[in-house]
């Protein structure tokens, strides 16, 4: 099966900083890798994805390279704000539609 | 219509009571989901369906039964829980080939 590695485990960043989360995985058949923002108490959320035809993807403040041979893929915050405080999944899916997510990262930015 | 729609939020059992666990979404995809988070963990996968069938079960014990009556609906029947079991069990959907699942709010299990 798919098993995903996290890695920072916790990020401490000063506002407007950037923050970078890495992940890597096992399955070379795994095509899609989602990254989610979870609020305490709240449900994960997805906040970009990259598919495996293409090497990096952004979304205003978000971005994320993904490199199929080496097998990882990271998630850059830049120009981080307090509401960016948050732990993040990074996850990718095994056959029958399995997603595995990384361990997460806690991201604490700080004003 | 985005959203994956959970009853209820929040749920209190004892061990020996049964109830159930609710999740509609109507954004016409066919893979349903359901996780359990514990508190500073990830998600962990318990059971997949695709096209209304049972196609993944994690090994979860028999003490959770998932239901699918219909491709929007997505239930959990829970009988004779532990208190370890209690957690955040959140139902999610995805549209089978894509990929992207979308999660709903979550019930809030406590087993007293």
């Known amino acids: 099966g798919e098993n995903v590695e996290q890695h920072p485990s916790t990020l401490s960043v000063q506002e407007g900083d950037s923050a970078v989360i890495k992940c890597t995985y096992s399955?070379?058949?795994?095509?899609?890798f989602p990254w989610y923002k979870q609020e305490l108490g709240k449900r994960p959320q997805l906040i970009i994805d990259?598919?495996?035809?293409?090497g990096e993807k952004k979304d205003q403040r978000i971005a994320v390279t993904l490199n199929k041979t080496a097998k990882h893929f990271s998630l850059h915050i830049t120009e981080t704000q307090p509401e960016d405080s948050a732990v993040y999944f990074c996850?990718?899916?095994?056959?029958?539609?399995?997603?595995?997510f990384g361990g997460g990262t806690r991201v604490l930015v700080k004003p | 219509d985005t959203e994956v729609t959970q009853t209820p939020k929040h749920l209190v059992m004892g061990m020996t009571n049964k109830k159930s666990l609710k999740c509609e979404q109507h954004?016409?995809?066919?893979?349903m989901y359901w996780y359990k988070q514990k508190a500073k963990k990830p998600p962990e996968l318990m059971f997949v369906?695709?096209?209304?069938?049972?196609?993944i079960n994690e090994s979860v014990p028999s003490r959770f039964s998932p239901e699918c009556p219909n491709s929007s609906l997505l239930n959990l029947h829970l009988h004779a829980l532990q208190p370890e079991d209690s957690a955040l069990y959140l139902c999610?959907?995805?549209?089978?080939?894509?990929?992207?699942?979308?999660f709903g709010q979550g019930t809030r299990l406590t087993v007293v």
């Open positions: 999610a959907s995805s549209l089978l080939r894509e990929g992207t699942a979308f």
């Open positions: 399955d070379s058949a795994s095509n899609y």
């Open positions: 990259i598919r495996s035809n293409v």
């Open positions: 996850a990718a899916p095994a056959a029958g539609n399995k997603l595995t």
């Open positions: 954004m016409g995809h066919r893979a």
């Open positions: 369906y695709s096209y209304e069938k049972l196609s």
